[in-house]
């Protein structure tokens, strides 16, 4: 019998995968997988939602007036130039959308965020990767495989799954090399964290031209994941055309007040951006005394590299930390068969993840 055929190409999609949150048999679990903030929402965003439970059956603004308007105080942007969305990733799915097509090409990097390319998949465009050298974004390979079918060039800085980064001098010979209808995506989910003094977000290069959108979201360093609420910095061509093509209501009620509330704490996000520097660093230090490879990280997570021995392997990591009822991320699926990514995350849960890596390589980390 017949049946309704999907658009070419999706039924090839992979579905992206989540960290995963729960161990069988397991009832204390502690869940590193998916780079959620340490100490989750800030207390002013959880006394928000509490008070405002009463109007949840009311719609959101539509037009997300008070939260953009709130993002371009505190940036210095103009208002009209934010565009906000359900998480960063439904913005990068609306990128994809209005800029590229059956025929046209979207350039993403080897290591890069999972979604680029099933967004690219989803509009029928041709995925083009870019290697990358030493696990961090190669501008010189990006360059290279422009074409006259390249429509968009997403690139996270910095970089999740890895935590490396290219500096503000490398991005803007990024931008000079593209032709003005490439439309560069700079992913900046994990600016807060970064703490270099050659970094940009990208915000610089949307206000100096037309084809440069940066993205944020505060699913990281806000610990506002299940909310689900990022946003965009974008020329005004672009920020008109992704207004015209969103869903209605695309962000919720309470995703907005919590969103609120987020920007007003600075001193919630200061302690967060502390606590992920010390532990971040004393993680490092802590599984390279184990004889492992951490490569330099500016995220809120580490990535672990396991030798290819029977026994020692990133999967049997994984399979041991699970025994321990701690959740990691795998990252077979990002061209890292060989590593496990770690968030960063209390100081007691970090503290069992390294005597966790100890008992898994017989070794001690101040040997």
């Given at each position: 019998?017949?049946?309704?055929?999907?658009?070419p190409?999706?039924?090839?999609?992979?579905?992206?995968?989540?960290?995963?949150?729960?161990?069988?048999?397991?009832?204390?679990?502690?869940?590193?997988?998916?780079?959620?903030?340490?100490?989750?929402?800030?207390?002013?965003?959880?006394?928000?939602?509490?008070?405002?439970?009463?109007?949840?059956?009311?719609?959101?603004?539509?037009?997300?007036?008070?939260?953009?308007?709130?993002?371009?105080?505190?940036?210095?942007?103009?208002?009209?130039?934010?565009?906000?969305?359900?998480?960063?990733?439904?913005?990068?799915?609306?990128?994809?959308?209005?800029?590229?097509?059956?025929?046209?090409?979207?350039?993403?990097?080897?290591?890069?965020?999972?979604?680029?390319?099933?967004?690219?998949?989803?509009v029928?465009?041709?995925?083009?990767?870019?290697p990358?050298?030493?696990?961090?974004?190669?501008?010189?390979?990006?360059?290279?495989?422009?074409?006259?079918?390249?429509?968009?060039?997403?690139?996270?800085?910095?970089?999740?799954?890895?935590g490396t980064?290219?500096?503000?001098?490398e991005?803007?010979?990024?931008?000079?090399?593209?032709?003005?209808?490439?439309?560069?995506?700079?992913?900046?989910?994990?600016?807060?964290?970064?703490?270099?003094?050659?970094y940009?977000?990208?915000?610089?290069?949307?206000?100096?031209?037309?084809n440069?959108?940066?993205?944020?979201?505060?699913s990281?360093?806000?610990?506002?994941?299940?909310?689900?609420?990022?946003?965009?910095?974008?020329?005004?061509?672009?920020?008109?055309v992704?207004?015209?093509?969103?869903?209605?209501?695309?962000?919720?009620?309470?995703?907005?007040?919590?969103?609120?509330?987020?920007?007003?704490?600075?001193?919630?996000?200061?302690?967060?951006?502390?606590?992920?520097?010390?532990?971040?660093?004393?993680?490092?230090?802590?599984?390279?005394?184990?004889?492992?490879?951490?490569?330099?990280?500016?995220?809120?997570?580490?990535?672990?590299?396991?030798?290819?021995?029977a026994?020692?392997?990133?999967?049997?990591?994984?399979?041991?930390?699970?025994?321990?009822?701690?959740?990691?991320r795998?990252?077979?699926?990002?061209g890292?068969?060989?590593a496990?990514?770690?968030?960063?995350g209390?100081?007691?849960?970090?503290?069992?993840?390294?005597?966790?890596?100890?008992?898994f390589?017989?070794?001690?980390?101040?040997?």
């Amino acid at each position: 019998m017949a049946s309704p055929k999907p658009i070419p190409g999706l039924i090839d999609i992979t579905p992206y995968a989540g960290g995963e949150s729960e161990i069988e048999g397991v009832e204390r679990i502690i869940k590193l997988a998916s780079n959620e903030g340490a100490f989750g929402p800030s207390p002013m965003v959880r006394a928000a939602l509490q008070g405002s439970i009463g109007e949840y059956h009311r719609y959101p603004d539509g037009d997300c007036g008070k939260i953009r308007r709130a993002i371009a105080d505190k940036y210095g942007f103009p208002m009209d130039n934010i565009m906000c969305g359900a998480g960063s990733d439904e913005l990068i799915g609306l990128i994809a959308r209005c800029y590229a097509a059956k025929g046209d090409e979207i350039i993403c990097c080897a290591h890069g965020f999972a979604m680029y390319p099933i967004y690219a998949r989803q509009v029928g465009a041709d995925l083009v990767v870019a290697p990358e050298t030493d696990i961090t974004v190669d501008v010189d390979a990006v360059l290279a495989r422009l074409t006259a079918r390249t429509k968009v060039v997403f690139i996270a800085n910095p970089n999740n799954p890895t935590g490396t980064y290219i500096p503000t001098a490398e991005v803007e010979r990024l931008r000079a090399g593209l032709p003005g209808q490439v439309l560069l995506v700079l992913d900046s989910a994990y600016s807060e964290f970064v703490d270099r003094g050659d970094y940009t977000d990208g915000a610089d290069l949307v206000a100096a031209g037309d084809n440069v959108v940066m993205l944020r979201t505060f699913s990281k360093i806000y610990g506002m994941g299940g909310l689900r609420l990022g946003w965009a910095y974008c020329p005004d061509l672009v920020a008109d055309v992704i207004n015209k093509v969103r869903s209605p209501f695309n962000v919720s009620y309470p995703a907005q007040i919590a969103g609120l509330a987020a920007l007003e704490d600075d001193e919630f996000v200061a302690r967060a951006r502390a606590h992920n520097l010390e532990w971040r660093q004393w993680t490092t230090d802590q599984v390279r005394g184990l004889g492992l490879e951490v490569p330099d990280s500016v995220c809120n997570f580490v990535l672990v590299r396991f030798p290819d021995d029977a026994g020692r392997s990133a999967e049997d990591a994984d399979q041991f930390l699970n025994s321990r009822g701690i959740i990691t991320r795998r990252m077979a699926g990002y061209g890292l068969p060989d590593a496990l990514r770690i968030s960063i995350g209390l100081d007691d849960e970090m503290r069992a993840v390294v005597a966790a890596l100890e008992e898994f390589t017989g070794r001690n980390s101040t040997e």
